[in-house]
Structure formats: structure tokens, C-alpha cells
T-cell receptor, first 113, second 111 residues
Framework: SAVISQKPSRDICQRGTSLTIQCQVDSQVTMMFWYRQQPGQSLTLIATANQGSEATYESGFVIDKFPISRPNLTFSTLTVSNMSPEDSSIYLC??????????FGPGTRLLVL | QKEVEQNSGPLSVPEGAIASLNCTYSDRGSQSFFWYRQYSGKSPELIMSIYSNGDKEDGRFTAQLNKASQYVSLLIRDSQPSDSATYLCAVNHGAGNQFYFGTGTSLTVIP
């Protein structure tokens, strides 16, 4: 299966700032996704990152807060904008594999002070 | 948001016993079902996928699906301390490959 990497692995940020998280895959994939996992919670889909077009956001998530780029089939970024402590979470990218499976990157652990 | 429900646990079983994890889902149009294991501080890793009614076995793991009852389960035979983790049930409704996750069941295997 593809190897997924994320940068940074963790960060501590001040409220009001923005952080861009990178997701790199070692092979071309059609579909990539971004999830959030808040402390003690399960995974919530933020958006589907579409190559060459705007991301598709789930209910409760908006482009102004979580802009996403997908410049090619191996790379995507998620920006968490104007952060507040409520944005403290693990952010995970995933890709669609064979048989409708999904595989996850190692995650980015974000703490907002 | 589609609902996927799991008992949060914690579930404790002795080493060597069978651990039984359950999941129900609300959307009858769901087509694919998955179990992920997540160790503390790590990202989820895929254990099993199941697409049709019945049982699917892979080593010590057996996934069971009953679409009429909208129920999917995971059995872990001969449980080991290394199986201690949170187990996440995920459902794919078939539209855009979007997954919906349950809240997870925390499993502890006691040596």
C-alpha cells in the first residue's frame, strides 16, 4: 500500500494564527481526505480534497476556516485558519485504496494556546 | 451526518478469551464496512473490511455483517495484550467514498 507522510507531526500554536499541514503520498491517488479527531473522540471528515478543483466540505466545515489545496495526485495541504483552542485536535489525511478502503497518514497533533 | 454507533466500553477481557465488538449503522444504503484499530497516540490502521452478509475471517479476526439488522461486529479470538486499543467501526455509504466512523470501543486485554 502507499506510504503517507504528514508534516508537521505536531505543533503548538497561538490563537489567531494559522497552520498549514502537508500530506504527501508516494504514489498517485485519486481521492484524498482530511479528518479531525478531537481529544477522546472519533474521526470526523472535514473535506474531500479534489485534484484540480475546489474541495468538497462536510456540514459544519467551511473553506474560509479550513482551506485545502490539491495541486497534484500525490500532495495536499490543509490550513487551519484563525485558530482557537477548540481547534486543538489531531488532523489526519487519508487516501482511498482498493475496495473502497481508506488508509491514514500518521496525523498532525495540534495544540492551540 | 450518518450515524454509526458503538459501545464506548471500556471492554476488558482476559488473555486468550474472545473479544466481541459491535457496531450498528443507520443508513440502509451503506455498502462497505470496516474495522480499524487505533493505538493511543497513533493513527487508525485497517484490520478488516466486509461487503456482504455473513462472516469473514482473517487470522484471529472475524467480521460479521447483517445488513437486514444494520449490524456489524468484530470478534477477536485468543485475545492478546497487544490487542489492547480502540477499535473503530467505519461505514461507507458509497457516495464519494466518504467514511463515517463510530466513536470507538476501548478494549483492554488483561494478561
Amino acid at each position: 500500500s502507499a506510504v503517507i507522510s504528514q508534516k508537521p507531526s505536531r505543533d503548538i500554536c497561538q490563537r489567531g494564527t494559522s497552520l498549514t499541514i502537508q500530506c504527501q503520498v508516494d504514489s498517485q491517488v485519486t481521492m484524498m481526505f482530511w479528518y479531525r479527531q478531537q481529544p477522546g473522540q472519533s474521526l470526523t471528515l472535514i473535506a474531500t480534497a479534489n485534484q484540480g478543483s475546489e474541495a468538497t466540505y462536510e456540514s459544519g466545515f467551511v473553506i474560509d476556516k479550513f482551506p485545502i489545496s490539491r495541486p497534484n495526485l500525490t500532495f495536499s495541504t490543509l490550513t487551519v485558519s484563525n485558530m482557537s483552542p477548540e481547534d486543538s485536535s489531531i488532523y489526519l489525511c487519508s487516501l482511498a485504496g482498493v475496495g473502497e478502503t481508506q488508509y491514514f497518514g500518521p496525523g498532525t497533533r495540534l495544540l492551540v494556546l | 451526518q450518518k450515524e454509526v454507533e458503538q459501545n464506548s466500553g471500556p471492554l476488558s477481557v482476559p488473555e486468550g478469551a474472545i473479544a466481541s465488538l459491535n457496531c450498528t449503522y443507520s443508513d440502509r444504503g451503506s455498502q462497505s464496512f470496516f474495522w480499524y484499530r487505533q493505538y493511543s497516540g497513533k493513527s487508525p490502521e485497517l484490520i478488516m473490511s466486509i461487503y456482504s452478509n455473513g462472516d469473514k475471517e482473517d487470522g484471529r479476526f472475524t467480521a460479521q455483517l447483517n445488513k437486514a439488522s444494520q449490524y456489524v461486529s468484530l470478534l477477536i479470538r485468543d485475545s492478546q495484550p497487544s490487542d489492547s486499543a480502540t477499535y473503530l467501526c467505519a461505514v461507507n455509504h458509497g457516495a464519494g467514498n466518504q467514511f463515517y466512523f463510530g466513536t470507538g470501543t476501548s478494549l483492554t486485554v488483561i494478561p
